[in-house]
């Protein structure tokens, strides 16, 4: 699902400077003016605007958890030390199919 959101502000001037000139250089904008561009790269870093980002809602078994956090991870992270995102595990206690009535695995399968 598309959502928006905002992790941990970064604090440090140089990785905030860093990631701006990332962001600059990565828009090729020939719409827009560069102003607009950078007061948007801004905003994302000052933390006065939200990111885009992704949600997953992953369902599966507690012997798998561990396989998939690990590719979520190792897909995810970044040398920046900075957004690469959270990862949620939660129990499931039940599933109910509305059509049937089904149950637990049932309802799954």
């Known amino acids: 699902m598309k959502v928006t959101g905002r992790g941990r502000l970064v604090t440090d001037?140089?990785?905030?400077?860093?990631?701006?000139?990332k962001l600059l250089a990565m828009s090729v904008d020939?719409?827009?003016?560069?102003?607009?561009?950078?007061?948007?790269?801004?905003?994302?870093?000052d933390g006065s605007r939200f990111?885009?980002?992704?949600?997953?809602?992953?369902?599966?078994?507690?012997?798998?958890?561990?396989?998939?956090?690990?590719?979520?991870?190792?897909?995810?992270?970044?040398e920046h030390g900075i957004g690469d995102g959270t990862?949620?595990?939660?129990?499931i206690l039940d599933a109910v199919r509305v059509r049937t009535g089904e149950s637990g695995e049932a309802a799954i399968w």
């Open 51 to 78: 990111y885009p980002r992704r949600l997953f809602t992953i369902l599966a078994h507690d012997d798998d958890v561990p396989r998939i956090v690990e590719a979520i991870t190792n897909a995810n992270r970044t």
């Open 13 to 21: 001037p140089a990785k905030i400077e860093e990631c701006r000139e």
């Open 87 to 91: 990862i949620f595990v939660m129990p």
């Open 30 to 45: 020939e719409a827009g003016s560069r102003k607009d561009t950078e007061q948007l790269v801004t905003s994302f870093l």
